[in-house]
């Protein structure tokens, strides 16, 4: 099984991306506004990312979702894309100028009113929520030392057999270097080291993007 994978070039990275079918006018106006901000554009998750997570929440049915760590909206724009007339997306952030961007484009693709933006540390936003199991998808994009206590408040609220996906897990490879100083790098190390043992979910760390973990809830969880 060694490098049972495709090596990624430029020219195949392009080709990826552009053989996916969510795509649009909107998404495009949000990653030139996000270009605009300079070097923290790069937080703004990859184009093939969204589709996949648009297409996730739409495969299990998403009705009710939370996102921490918001930015621009890039992730918030696909997944509310995904919910029905009467679905939820409840976003978590700090950053009022960044969020106005998003916003701005939940309302140009229709989908404001499935939105709710709560601006303030998450991990109060989250502990202030209902402890009822109604949650059917989460993503978790934000600092990279907290992953384990966000993940640890929406997991109880997250229904059997529903998803909680987290961002970066593979740290620009630096979860390699077990001498690493760097917190995050350290933060992200032991999450994934975690969750490969924790019964409570069935995982899988996939290399899209800057890697992406998908945990399911157990039924017996």
Known sequence: MDEKFTRMTPELYAYLIDHRSERDAVQQSLIADTAKLGGVSMMQIAPEQGAFMTLLARAIGARRMIEVGTFTGYSSLCLA??????GKLLCCDLNDEWTS???RHWQAAGVADKVELRLG???????????DAVVDLSFIDADKES???YYEEILPRTRPNGLVLFDNVLWFGRV????????????????NDFLTTDARVETVMLPIADGLTICRKRADA
């Open 81 to 86: 894309r995904a919910l029905p007339a009467d």
């Open 147 to 149: 992953y384990r206590d």
């Open 176 to 191: 390699l270097d077990r001498n690493s100083e760097n917190a995050d790098a350290r933060a992200i190390q032991a999450l």
């Open 101 to 103: 961007i998003a916003r």
């Open 121 to 131: 540390p998450a991990i109060e936003t989250l502990r202030g929520l209902p402890r």
